[in-house]
């Protein structure tokens, strides 16, 4: 039996992450997930002005940086116990709604699909097509429309927020912007525009026609029902994917997490959601209520200072420790659920929402790569429909407040929960004498690339890639579709060694 340590070295991801593997006779024995970078935004909010959060969080992420300032606001409301005005919150939604779906269809695209353009694959069926749609670097004709498409969808935001990203536009109590209709108008022109290019180019039927489809069977019956449907971008992506069996790959975690998307307008505190929040639970497959006092952040293998067990993130905390000890390998957390290991984005989401097609799949498939990335072909149509429907009501009440007035408390705790487009994001903020006193962040990919826990058990990536056979070893092409299928908000630098060689692999 042949044995190597193989790290492989990605790009087209968001951050740094090596994943290190044992492999035996080409199958994947064990995986670690090295976090290689702290960046310690938890610290730099200690001790500030809370409203500070405001400007300092969106500012963690370049994709989500909509939904990073959302969390913030909706941990010092929760702090604070201030009310939202309800227009507040359609304004919020209706941008996060952008966000969320120029990021999926950004991913899809750009970081995705051009691994189904390699090389490797050159004698497989459909491989022209797919090269002649989705070829990198924004060579091929959907990638191309993808650039143009994305970046309008995002005006959407710029409307509200002046820029995208890092925009700073929300505040406890909703917005700082009016309603005006003009702004309205030309966000309705925006989404037609969009709509009517989705539909084209990406589904080749209505959104009407394709959230008919409510079932596997009822989507396998479309799909070879016409030449629109199987040669639209889906169409290519479903009937590819499937031929690489992807649908067999990457199930990781049985467990999954969502923490609800989009608060209710109607609700002044809003604690609904439009999306339900819920845990689906693996062994008995059924959705539980969420809490978010079940989630605990375990160091035990993390380069943090060290403590005992897990602690909910009120009590956890940021302080980098540096360490030779081997059991410690990552500046990442091990996040866990009621002590279970979970995976969270765009499936969990879905499958708590209780979409019917999703569901149907996953029943069918299990929580596979290819179903992972189907998703964020899938939820771009529900988050237009909600654009759409957002956009009428904030036209209905037009003359309304977009922010609502409160009196700031100097001591309290706080909790901002919302799912962004890689999966369920919060923040948690602890607030005394007027100060920051802790505040701390677990971002979807915390949760999925987390190591091992006091007990030993992997994260849900380092479980996912285990019993996965690499053809080439020089060339593994499998283990880029699944960590990709979980839009890595981290880089995955990896290298390629035994005892006689060393290889650098990047896409």
Not at 237 to 266: H, V
Not at 366 to 373: D, E, M, Y
């Amino acid at each position: 039996m042949s044995k190597k340590i193989i790290q492989v070295n990605m790009n087209r991801v968001e951050g740094d992450l090596e994943i290190k593997l044992e492999v035996e006779d080409h199958v994947v024995k064990d995986a670690w997930c090295i976090g290689s970078m702290y960046r310690g935004y938890e610290k730099i909010l200690e001790g500030r002005d809370p409203n500070d959060a405001l400007v300092i969080t969106p500012r963690i992420c370049g994709i989500c940086s909509t939904t990073h300032l959302y969390a913030s606001a909706m941990a010092l409301e929760s702090a604070h116990c201030a009310p939202v005005a309800p227009n507040g919150t359609r304004i919020r939604n209706l941008c996060l709604a952008a966000e969320s779906v120029q990021s999926d269809i950004r991913h899809t695209f750009l970081m995705f699909l051009p691994d189904f353009c390699d090389p490797i694959y050159r004698a497989r069926p459909l491989y022209a097509e797919i090269v002649a749609d989705f070829a990198p670097t924004f060579k091929g004709r959907i990638a191309k429309e993808v650039v143009h498409y994305s970046k309008k969808i995002l005006g959407v935001i710029i409307a509200f927020g002046g820029q995208w990203p890092h925009s700073s536009y929300m505040m406890p109590g909703g917005v700082t912007v009016p309603l005006i209709r003009s702004k309205l108008l030309e966000c309705n022109h925006l989404i037609e525009d969009f709509i009517g290019w989705y539909e084209r180019s990406i589904l080749g039927c209505s959104l009407d026609e394709w959230l008919s489809l409510k079932t596997a069977n009822a989507f396998d019956e479309w799909l070879e029902s016409s030449a629109a449907h199987s040669g639209s971008a889906v169409g290519l992506f479903a009937r590819f994917g499937r031929s690489l069996r992807l649908n067999s790959l990457g199930q990781g975690a049985e467990g999954l997490l969502s923490y609800g998307g989009f608060p209710d307008p109607q609700d002044d505190f809003p604690s609904g959601r439009l999306d339900p929040a819920g845990y689906y639970c693996g062994e008995t497959r059924q959705i539980e209520p969420f809490s978010h006092e079940k989630i605990t952040e375990d160091v035990s293998h993390s380069w943090f200072r060290e403590y005992e067990g897990g602690r909910h993130p009120w009590e956890s905390h940021a302080e980098a420790e540096p360490s030779t000890n081997p059991r410690k390998y990552t500046y990442a957390k091990a996040t866990r659920y009621d002590g279970d290991v979970v995976q969270l984005g765009p499936i969990a989401d879905l499958i708590v929402a209780r979409d019917p097609l999703i569901t149907s799949l996953f029943e069918r498939e299990g929580a596979s790569t290819w179903l992972r990335q189907f998703c964020r072909f899938h939820r771009p149509v529900k988050h237009l429909r909600l654009m759409k429907r957002t956009l009428s009501e904030l036209i209905q009440h037009l003359g309304e407040p977009t922010y609502a007035t409160f009196q700031p408390r100097t001591d309290g705790e706080g909790v901002g929960m919302i799912n962004a487009a890689r999966g369920s994001l919060g923040h948690w903020v602890k607030i005394k004498e007027g100060k920051i006193a802790n505040y701390q962040i677990i971002t979807p990919t915390t949760w999925n690339a987390s190591p091992r826990d006091s007990a030993e058990r992997r994260g849900h990536w380092e479980s996912s890639l285990i019993g996965v056979e690499i053809k080439n070893l020089e060339h593994p092409i499998e283990l880029s579709h699944i960590v990709r299928s979980h839009d890595a908000c981290l880089v995955c630098t990896v290298h390629f060694a035994d005892t006689h060689r060393t290889y650098t692999y990047g896409l």
